[in-house]
């Protein structure tokens, strides 16, 4: 109401608020950022992460949720290599936020990287049968 710009980046890292509540998993600071108006798709990081691939880095469902329920766009790529927010999360072995992204609509074969790696070759990697049942069951390559 003052004037304070709610998607305000730092000069160091580019982030923004949202980004920051996102990735310190501070679910009620993301919620009351996105009633506040902040933008759920500003990615200005260098790798181009969004809010909501730190929610799916972190194993964060109920940020995933409030994300995409203010418009964050699920299937959006990083600058560097492409990688989704389900590419992330499978990376990462976050197999609830796998499990949203997928309910919430995320195309199970995007995010392929430059050399090829999927999230069905992170989630083998990783040693997850859970995500890659979830995979395949969501139509990804083989």
């Known amino acids: 109401n003052k004037g304070a710009n709610i998607d305000c980046i730092t000069t160091d890292n580019g982030r923004t608020p949202l980004f920051q509540a996102a990735h310190c998993k501070s679910t009620n600071a993301v919620k009351m950022l996105l009633d506040l108006g902040a933008n759920a798709n500003l990615c200005t990081t260098t790798n181009g992460f969004s809010p909501l691939h730190w929610a799916a880095h972190n194993d964060s469902p109920e940020i995933i949720q409030l994300l995409v329920d203010k418009g964050a766009k699920i299937d959006c790529t990083t600058t560097n290599d492409g990688r989704t927010p389900l590419y ?38 990783k040693n997850s049968p859970e995500i890659i049942q979830l995979l395949v069951k969501n139509g990804t390559n083989i």
Not at 110 to 124: E, I, Q
Request: hydrophobic letters at 40%.
């Open 88 to 125: 992330q999360a499978a990376r990462c072995k976050s197999t609830n936020a796998v499990k949203v992204l997928l309910d919430r609509g995320a195309n199970a074969n995007m995010g392929r990287t430059s050399d090829g790696v999927t999230p069905l070759h992170w989630a083998a990697h």
